[in-house]
C-alpha cells in the first residue's frame, strides 16, 4: 500500500505536469461528440487536435475497409488497437500541448486532463444518421441506434479483455458532461471554465 506521502508527491507530479504539459484527453460513446468538441476546443486554445476515430478510418481505407468492416476485424485480430494505442502512447511521450479524442485516449495518456462525454442514446443515433459526413450508413433510426449500442458493448468487451479497462466507467475520469441538450459551444465554454478552476 502506498504512504501518505507517496500518494501526496504523485498527486503533486500530476499537478505540475499539467501545469507545464497541457495535454486533454476526451472520451466518450458513439455520437456524443466527443470529437466535434476536441475540434472546437483545440481551436479555442490554439493547440494541435488528434482524432483517433479519424486515424482508425485512414487505417481502414488503406486496408481496403469500410469502418464497420475494420471495427469488425478488429474484434478478432489485435493489430487494429495495436495501432492507434501506439500512435497515443507515442504523442503522450514525444508532445504537449494537444488535445486528443479517442476511447482509450486517457488510459495512454495518464498525465492528462481526463475529460468524457456521453449522451442520451437515441440521440446519439439520431447524430449519426442525420450527419451527411459520417461514413457509417444505416437503413434507418433503429438500425443506427441497434448498431451504437452494439458497438459499445464490444468496444467495452475487447478493452476490458485486452487492457482491463472499461472507457465507460466515469471514475477514470475528472470532467463528465452530458451533451444530449447542450450544444457543443456551450460545452467547450464549460471545459474552459473547469480547466481556469483546476489551474
Known sequence: MESFWQIHISFIY?????????????????????????????????????????????????KGMTIEQFNE????????????????KELGATKDDFIIDGRLSFYFIPTSVKIYIDANTTVRAKRIFDDPRGTEHYADLEEA???????DETDRKRYLERYGVDPYDHSNYELIIDSTDILPERIVADILGYLDDFK
Open 145 to 151: 441506434l441497434l448498431s451504437i449500442i452494439q458497438r
Open 14 to 62: 500530476d499537478v505540475l505536469i499539467f501545469l507545464i504539459l497541457m495535454i486533454i484527453t476526451i472520451s466518450g460513446t458513439s455520437g456524443s461528440g466527443k470529437s466535434t468538441v476536441a475540434r472546437l476546443l483545440a481551436k479555442k486554445l490554439d493547440y494541435e487536435h488528434y482524432s483517433m476515430g479519424d486515424l482508425s478510418r485512414e487505417i481502414a481505407q488503406k
Open 73 to 88: 476485424w478488429g474484434k478478432t485480430n489485435k493489430e487494429r488497437d495495436d495501432a492507434v494505442d501506439d500512435y497515443q
